[in-house]
């Protein structure tokens, strides 16, 4: 937030203001030999703006999803194409990084002259393998979507033209598009809050957005105007067919429906109707965020141009303590960008370098490293314990996971002194490692089979007191007091504590006992 005042006072505004990404400026700046690469993130795919712009140029669009079996349409496309005009649209590359090599090879090193109108779009999610050199000869480009509600409905009225604005006479047309650009951006949006804004992530896109457009015309041309728009048909469409088809989560369908709900009545044709009501003494918060009365797409990017840079959470739907996460967030992605962009050769210094600085920084988490568990020795404490027991069955599955871990730990550690030292070779999981070890981070093969930590140090800290826990219950019998988030798996514990109480008292059910917390 400073950073943006900062550049709207001592430079320039547009410096601060998203940009929009121009197909059209794209593909004048392209040729016949240069294709266009779109790299794929969530909610980000351009076919339908490819598809637009090569409507407005009168240029035949042919679209191509790659996967298995898919190579033969591609040749056949790119040839007829490369001879007779028009463009070719390769999606999810990714899915057929065997046939790019062959791609690029037709594209650099053609068998007959190419016709003038021939262009070649590509969208693909990174991946390691894919060919280097069709990458250089390429014009890369993302088209994420943009952040904030500015940015966003700016992008979508970018996309209007003004004969659609005018499709139809009805007073409801405008004020309802304009409310749907807003919960398209606003979907968006709160996925950069984490699991405060989605239980899990959707990938709303632009298809859902001219779906909900498409919809909303259709009613309207189709509505008795004596009787008005049908909000429970419109509500019902939006929030559970056109956005609600993605949801899976029951509470992210309430919370998109309540949405609908809000925003989708008779009420949002009343002037000054606004979108969010601010909460706390700032009672003017909420006034940019208004359906604008205009008749033009320009009016429309002038009023749009004139909300503020920065929105505040309570715009979504969100305490505004939820702007923390997001920003601590995205400073640890900032830190960790930067840590992975240093220099990661040794220098020819006197100083320590960092083979020997992981070194010995594993060879002192070895040192500290608990024993490996012996499988019959645990087996028959569980035995004298009582086999059978719940609590004992889950104090089992969670020292056979603590043993997986340590085995793991065990393994990276020595596998890395052994190719520090030359004597195996360094593989990439042992240089990613190496790297995350050096910054202080914890490998990643450690944290898919166990707990999420900020350092390792804490990681390893974590590790050698849930490991202490668990030797101690099997070994020296089961503690007076349990440390619930060193489990695995603590709802387990909750599950197995209750089912050990009820089996003790005749005649109590599982399904009707329950836990009391003080």
């Known amino acids: 937030r400073l950073t943006i005042a900062w550049y709207n006072s001592r430079v320039r505004a ?57 190579e033969i349409h591609a040749r056949r496309l790119l040839s007829q194409s490369m001879s007779q005009g028009g463009w070719v649209l390769l999606q999810n590359c990714h899915l057929g990084l065997n046939f790019m090599d062959e791609l690029l090879h037709t594209i650099t090193e053609p068998t007959g002259p190419v016709h003038e109108t021939f262009r070649l779009w590509i969208t693909t999610e990174g991946h390691p393998q894919f060919p280097i050199n069709l990458l250089q000869i390429g014009l890369k480009y993302t088209n994420e979507p943009p952040q904030g509600v500015k940015a966003g409905v700016k992008r979508t009225y970018n996309g209007v033209t003004q004969d659609q604005l005018d499709i139809t006479n009805m007073p409801q047309w405008k004020p309802m598009l304009y409310t749907v650009a807003i919960l398209h951006t606003v979907v968006q949006e709160r996925r950069k809050f984490g699991p405060l804004g989605w239980n ?6 632009q298809a859902d957005l001219t779906a909900s457009i498409q919809f909303l015309q259709n009613h309207l041309d189709d509505m008795d105007p004596r009787h008005g728009v049908n909000w429970s048909t419109v509500q019902y ?72 840079p920065v929105d505040s959470p309570e715009v979504f739907g969100l305490h505004p303590n939820a702007n923390i996460t997001y920003q601590s967030k995205t400073a640890r992605d900032i830190l960790d960008t930067v840590l992975n962009i240093q220099p990661k050769e040794s220098s ?32 028959d404490r569980i035995n004298e314990m009582g086999a059978l027991s719940s609590m004992n069955i889950f104090l089992k599955q969670e020292i056979d996971r603590m043993q997986r871990v340590i085995t793991c730990v065990r393994n990276t550690l020595t596998d890395l002194k052994l ?66 988030t060193g489990f695995f798996n603590p709802q387990g514990f909750l599950t197995a504590m209750r089912q050990e109480v009820t089996r003790a008292h005749k005649g109590w059910a599982l399904d009707q006992s329950f836990s009391i917390t003080r």
């Open 419 to 484: 190719a520090i030292e030359g004597t195996i070779i360094m593989s990439e999981k042992l240089r990613e490692a190496l790297d995350n070890i050096f910054d202080a981070k914890v490998p990643p093969t450690w944290t898919r089979i166990s707990w999420d930590s900020s350092t390792i140090g804490f990681w390893f800290t974590e590790m050698i007191e849930r490991n202490a826990q668990f030797h101690s219950w099997c070994f020296n019998g089961r503690p007076h007091v349990f440390w619930m």
């Open 14 to 70: 547009e410096i601060c203001d998203g940009v929009i990404l121009d197909f059209h400026s794209m593909w004048g700046e392209s040729d016949t030999d240069t294709p266009l690469i779109c790299f794929l993130s969530m909610g980000s795919d351009p076919t339908a703006q490819i598809d637009t712009l090569a409507k407005k140029l009168k240029v035949d669009c042919k679209p191509v999803s790659m996967g298995q079996g898919q």
């Open 237 to 308: 469409m939006i929030g559970e067919v056109q956005y609600g088809g993605r949801v899976t989560d029951d509470m992210d369908k309430r919370l998109l429906k309540t949405f609908c709900k809000v925003w989708f009545r008779e009420e949002m044709f009343v002037p000054g109707f606004q979108f969010f009501t601010p909460t706390g003494n700032n009672n003017d918060a909420g006034k940019p965020y208004i359906i604008p009365q205009c008749k033009t797409v320009q009016q429309y990017l002038d009023f749009i141009e004139k909300l503020p």
């Open 348 to 379: 020819g210094g006197s100083g320590e370098t960092r083979e020997s600085t992981v070194s010995r920084m594993a060879d002192e988490m070895l040192s500290k490293l608990p024993d490996d568990y012996i499988a019959h020795h645990v087996k």
């Open 200 to 205: 899990i992530p959707y990938e709303f896109n």
